[in-house]
């Protein structure tokens, strides 16, 4: 036994032993056989949970933003890894590729197979049926001629593919098992090649409306945007949208009590410059097709419309500003920059609480609607430095101003609230409440592609699991009193059928071809 071994592992030759062009034959058949296609398909899939879990600049550029902030330690090293923008990184792009290259290396070559077997005659019938798992016999007064006539004949009506022999019928139905395999493992690959044209020649980008303003189809009004490999920016559609209303119902009892239950807004568009204006209620998951592109209503959120005024009485800050949520009950979280406010820059950091309460003694929102609407925001002066984010508020040379008694000055304001600030550094002024939606904005060409590769990949699939393959035997001889004897066998090739169905079956094809004959086992 040990010599033996040892032939085998001179006569296999170990890569470092190999050519160049061995050792790529040797590369080339490991890559494409079908255990490294699964071991790609589950790295893939491990490699998009960081997509999931890590907030990504192409879904959420503002929760990256907020993510940074509040890890700056990791940040340099996700960046560099590539994991706030994953399905773009090199290496989830190589497992990608590999994982293409794979698939047709495995597809190619196992089609003819495939076609050969979806093709090939029922096998001749084996010496000694009664050796089957399912088998009968039985002897009767017709001719061997006749008895294979009406068994071929009974095997067509129960859809089998025929072959009469001299002797015998052999009878195969199920072929369509083979082109379930064929189909899923294609479909696979037409699945991966409709993602790959999404991510080549599509787009997505991200903007937050304001309800009563407009945005127009163009890259500078985009909040964030991600293209294609091959995008550019003629592939734009020239369309432009206003969101005219927005209209949110509330859960107002229950355990999800609070919470925004179904939010509608209502947009009025322009497919192209000059063409009519047209109405559109975007809802969740009920996205507006212009041409190819796509609207989504992903999100809302509260605009506080604040007025700064500086020390001199002019208007440093003016307009609806973007609060961000932090919870279901739209607590939310936003900074208000003056920079160009005299005598000095001022800034304010706070929260605002759509419906303000407290709990345990801290302020917080007890209700996503305007039910006691307060803003509270500190107040810093200094140098603001550049606006990095309009969701930060620089603070690393500014300071903060300070009330009567020496602590930070906080404004808790309502609608209509006027304060002025110490050190005649001026008046903010909290105008009234207006709604955000945060709108997303793609094009996915593959998505007709990926969606057919996913329905194929389940009717091969279906066909791989419910069509069962199955063989079935009927051969004639003469006995020594003049009787033809009659044979049957049959076997099930899917290894997981119902034996009692297939004895059901032989035991019907018996019992349709003997007629008035002698049953046997």
Known sequence: MSDTGGRDRQATPMPHDMSARELGRWLWRQLTSMRTALVLLLLLALAAIPGSV?????????????????????????????????????????????????????????????????????????????RLPEHAAYTTSDSPVDVLERAAAELKRRRYRVVVGEDSVSAEKGYLREAGNLVF??????????????????????????????????????????????????????????????????????????????????LGYQ?????????????????????????????????????IRDGNGDVAYSGPTIFL???????????????????????????????????????????????????????????????????????SNAEPVLNEDGEPLRLDMQPGDRVVLPDDLGTVTFEGIERWNKIQISRTPGKLIALTGVSLALLGLCASLFIRPRRVWVRTRRSENGETVVDLGALDRSNGGDPERGEHELAAITLSLQGTGKVSS
Request: charged residues 15%.
């Open 54 to 130: 890590v907030p990504q600049e192409d879904v959420d550029s503002i929760g990256v933003s907020r993510w940074q902030d509040a890890h700056p330690r990791l940040t340099p090293v996700y960046e560099k890894l590539g994991l706030f923008s994953v399905y773009d990184s090199p290496w989830f792009s190589a497992i990608y590729i590999l994982l293409m290259i794979s698939l047709v290396g495995c597809i190619v070559p196992r089609t003819g197979v495939y076609w050969r077997a979806l093709r090939a005659q029922p096998p001749r019938a084996p010496r000694n049926l009664s």
């Open 185 to 266: 493992h294609i479909s696979v690959l037409v699945v991966l090649v409709g993602f790959a044209m999404g991510g080549l020649f599509g787009y997505k980008g991200g903007v937050i409306v304001v309800e009563g303003q407009g945005f127009s189809n163009d890259l500078t009004q985009y909040d964030d945007f991600v293209p294609g490999s091959m995008f550019t920016a003629t592939d734009l559609e020239p369309f432009t949208f206003t969101v005219e209303d927005f209209e949110v119902d509330w859960l107002t009892d229950g355990p999800r009590a609070g919470m925004a239950r179904k939010f509608v807004s209502t």
């Open 271 to 307: 497919e192209t410059p000059g063409s009519p204006v047209k109405s559109y209620d975007l809802r969740v998951n009920h996205p507006l097709k212009i041409g190819t592109t796509e609207i989504f209503l992903i999100g809302h959120g509260y605009a506080p419309v604040i007025t």
């Open 325 to 395: 949520p932090v919870d279901q009950t739209f607590q939310s979280f936003g900074v208000v920059p003056a920079r160009f406010a005299n005598p000095q820059a001022i800034g304010l950091e706070g929260e605002f609480y759509p419906t303000f309460a407290l709990g345990d003694g801290l302020p917080r929102s007890s209700f996503g609607d305007l039910g006691n609407p307060v803003l509270s925001m500190l107040v810093y002066t200094g140098d603001l430095g550049t606006a990095q984010s309009v969701y930060v508020l620089d603070k």
